[in-house]
């Protein structure tokens, strides 16, 4: 394929991932950024948003034989809303208790993230199952050409995308909106907001800051949740597929600086482009290197992210 | 103790198809519970149980039960309990049951290697067997050797054969992907095209038959004019079709892992009607159904299975033992399994499991094998071996045991995509596959 | 008795003990112990950043690999003898912990657990890439010829298990030494307090740099010593999984002492190994006991006896 047509195509299936990516991430952002501990199974509440999803959605097909369509629809609400009981429990029985000390919770979360995948693997198998887009057409995409000295539009061979995937970018953008506006023109919101910048603080103005962790841990693991539902009708569902989210909704995070769930949607959008744009350039995994490398680089000469303010924490 | 106690209740299924892995969960997690306590667990802890008056011969079973291997790993279990079934009901080998003692590897080499250990020192085997994954074989090989157990290993990498591991490792009950990609050349090359574009996963398997199949279709006269990696943890594949030359004859792929599904879809996304001819190994739909929404393009597409999936009607093509292969395994004519039409297996591998344990009781007999004092006079015995012909202990065809190599060889199929279904179109002879000795391990020492 | 004998003894107890197990236990545990004191040393390695110094490092299995793949490719494509090869190891290691610590350490916390986990994933993405020469993540053998140290035969499980041993020993005793010089009561000050140790004139930065040189090179000769006692290379020993595990036996065991390492690695591998015999779901049995273990014992076993009483602990 031509340069041109690849690179816009590389983009497109770049704008997807880091649509996905953005939404885990900012889940991971919130949970951080508020509850600042590092949560090692949130790469698994992902994957329990797509093993629900599947669930739902053949349940549904089965008992009562309702289309694709609706089995979608139902997981898209289902899906995060059990993915979020299942954390805000863990949260309740193990983190809280630990008081969310760093160490701690790292290790506990490493133990949640055995139990989730173990449990996950002995119920759900270890096959990789597919859920069924609620529509899906192919769609040949147009790209401009020089023929006979003036420009016309040809449909260069294989550049095309399908509506699902166009409708993915948009549902993500719908919920990283309400996000945001959750986050600044609601009291709740403005109750998170106040928890993250000083909790003692915060405390001290009666606000009850267990109740607000236990609830933004569950809002960090639906939102993982349902940007695993957007993906696997594109992917499959798996018990091992939390652990690249987990990777890259970390580097999101951090790149996009701390404190900042802003910040964090502009990095997953970078940091997404970034990858398909340079797989046009290099062979993939030396793609990968490159692209692991300019992380750390960035990183280390910008420790406080893209957006984060400078400050010792 | 109680490891054992679930392969017993397995065997005596009534059905006769093997249990499925989770219920065998919940029964351990019973079994294991109740022998805690007692004097099972010390008798565990210090070596070894009081022996039967048959004294079984226990083979340790190395099986990828979690990790990225354990689609595999299911249906390598229940073709092993439905193989050790069948030669326990036939009297077992020498007159001894055969009891299968399983161990999860975690598809991980470290893990692997203290499994080996486990079956000599803790569980008494007079065996290993079962593994497919290249890395866990080559991880654990070497521990084979020093505690010197016979590992008979499942996994179609050429590392048996290539030298590089040692006198007590053996593949005879499957081919290894240098003799597979070797053998598609001609066909490709005669029917296809001779201009072959690659997509591979770029890890070790995939470099083995980027570079093989480069070699052989040069022998035919044609020549692969892109090769395009792609990572195996990848999940999104549409940005890799764009490099696929304009004038490719034939597009050639082979995949692995959870996301082969979303491949061949996205694949099929890109080029929407207009594909040119494309050839794949199975191994990129292994485990998942050709009739899956978003797969109908693979239509008039060609496959290499190691053993037909679906079960061959045309007269030329019906395997006269496959019906009660399957039967014996629990797999329908769809190859799916017969208790979930969703499940489907990975027809094109577990075979190995059946073939290799039937060669492993006709090396024991052949041996006069009484323990693991005789072990080095079974691995001389499969040695000696050659010829084996199809029956329904080698049911995916006739092979051809190299000794020297301890490498197995035998028929490839290549199938067509009709209607949903795999048609066998060509089954290569298995001249097709041979490739010069790389190694002779029978002038090592033991 | 002061403490500084008390800590000695505790020390020599051990590694008699080590010495005493060879002849007590049968061959099962003795090939396992083999193998958890080859990884103790890697524990022990990262126990020095992360225990000592506290900082929390996500990619020391790049270290760990260094170790591996300095000395694997030496003996297989240079054909180099076994003590060669452990030079070259050892070298290679201290140079990639120079090199990335110095990179790494311009940054704090959560930046500095990414900048190290995104290095150790560039290492692993290497070994893939280089796969002509690594096999990647199928790996390669290691010959049993050349798995040889002064005539020995490593391969051999007396000389295996007390090859390992030396080697545990040796990294004990030392990093015992360390922790309690000068140097090493400056790298728990760091951990206390980085400023106030600033303030007090202490160099922080060339002091981080060292600590992380130091771990680098320990948990090289871990790598090394892993492929040269059992024989395979592959591309799994530099993945992240690699980077977790020593975090695990460290904090499981307790951080910032000079037991801790090895009794978290023993006490993983058993819990492993246990669970595995009482059923297939073991790694939940296992995800349990680690999140039980975090509830109640926070400061990892021998943390807590040492908060419980025994205040000497080392």
Known sequence: MEFGPHLVLALLEGSITAAV??????????????????????????????????????TLADAFGAS?????????????????????????????????????????????????????????GPDARPVEPPFNTRIALPWPERVDGSWAMSWPWGFGTTSYKLFVIGAAVVVLVGLWLLLRHTTLGLIMRA???????????????????????????????????????????????????????????????????????VAAVLIGLTDGVVSVFFSATLAKIIATLLVAMVLVFRPQGLFGKNTAR | ????????????????????????????????????????????????????????IRIGFQVHRTGIGAAYG?????????????????????????????????????????????????????????TLFSHVVIGSAPRAGELKIPYFVVSEGHHVASGMLNRYTLQPGITDVRSQVQAMAPYVSENLGKKVTMLYADFAFG?????????????????????????????????????????????????VGPSVLTFVKEMGEFFGPSAPPIFGFIDSLEAVDIASPGLEFLEDTYFWEGYPRYAQTGPDNVNAFDADYREA????????????????STYAHMFGCWETLNVIKAGMESADYRGPQDRSKLIEAV?????????????????????????????????????????????????????????DYTTRSF | MTAWMKAWLLHLGVLALLVLAWFALPAYHTGNLARILVLAVYAQGFNLVFGYTGLLSLGHALFFAAGLYGLGLSIQHFGLPALPAIGVALGFAALVAAVTGYLALRTKGVAFMIVTLMFAQTGYLVVLYAGTWTRGDEGFVIARAARSLFGLDLADDRIRYFAALTLFAIVFLSLAAVVSSGFGRALVAIRENEERARLLGYDVQRIKWLAVIVSGVVSGAAGAAYALLFGYAGATFASVQYSILPLLWVLLGGPGTTIGPLIGTVFMFYLVDFASEITDAYLLLVGVALILLTLFLPRGIAGELRRRGLTWLP
């Open chain 1, 21 to 58: 990516l953005a939404l885990t991430a900012a889940g991971l952002a919130l949970v951080f950024g508020i509850l600042r501990v590092v949560n090692v199974a949130h790469g698994e509440f992902f994957m329990l948003g797509a093993v629900l999803a599947w669930f739902v959605s053949t």
């Open chain 1, 68 to 124: 694709a369509a609706i089995g979608f629809v139902a997981a898209l609400v289902l899906a995060p809303l059990v993915t979020a009981a299942v954390a805000m429990a863990a949260d309740r029985v193990v983190l809280r208790r630990i008081g969310y000390d760093p160490e701690r919770t790292i290790v506990a979360t490493i133990g949640l993230l055995y139990v989730l995948q173990q449990a996950t693997l002995m119920s759900f």
């Open chain 1, 195 to 265: 928890t993250e910048q000083d909790r003692d603080m915060a405390r001290a103005f009666g606000i009850p800051v267990t109740r607000v962790y236990a609830l933004v841990f569950g809002l960090g693991a639906a939102l993982a949740a349902l940007g695993a539902v957007l993906v696997v009708p594109i992917q499959q569902a798996h018990y091992l597929m939390g652990g690249d989210p987990l990777l890259l909704s970390f580097i999101v995070v951090i790149i996009g600086g701390l404190g900042s769930v802003g910040g964090t949607v």
């Open chain 2, 1 to 56: 103790m109680s490891r054992r106690l679930r392969s017993s209740l397995a065997r005596t299924s009534t059905t006769g198809a093997p249990e499925p892995g989770r219920r065998r969960t919940l029964k351990a997690l019973a079994a294991g519970v109740g022998t805690l306590g007692g004097a099972g667990t010390l008798a565990g802890l210090s070596g070894h149980v009081q022996a039967q008056s048959a004294e079984p």
């Open chain 2, 74 to 130: 299911r249906w390598y279990d229940r073709t092993t309990t439905a193989a050790v079934a069948r030669i326990n009901a036939a009297g077992g080998i020498n007159g001894r049951p055969v009891e299968i003692v399983a161990e999860d590897d975690g598809t991980d080499p470290k893990r692997g290697a203290e499994v080996i250990e486990k079956f000599e020192q803790r569980h008494g085997c007079d065996i290993a067997f079962g």
């Open chain 2, 207 to 255: 470099h083995d038959h980027r570079d093989y199949f480069s070699e052989a279709i040069a022998g035919q006269g044609g020549e692969v004019i892109a090769k395009i990696p792609i990572p195996p943890t990848e999940t999104s594949f549409t940005k890799y079709f764009p490099k696929i030359p304009r004038d490719t004859e034939v597009i050639y792929h082979v995949m």
């Open chain 2, 329 to 344: 395994v629990g797999v329908d004519e769809n190859g799916a399994s017969v208790s979930d039409a969703r499940d489907v």
């Open chain 2, 383 to 439: 040695e000696a071996m050659s010829d084996m012909p199809h029956s329904l202990d080698h049911p995916q065809g006739a092979k051809r045991f190299n000794g020297k190599t301890h490498q197995t060889f035998g028929h490839q199929h290549i199938s067509k995509v009709a209607g949903g279904r795999l048609d066998l179109v060509h089954t290569t002879s298995i001249e097709d596959t041979l490739y010069p000795d790389e190694v």
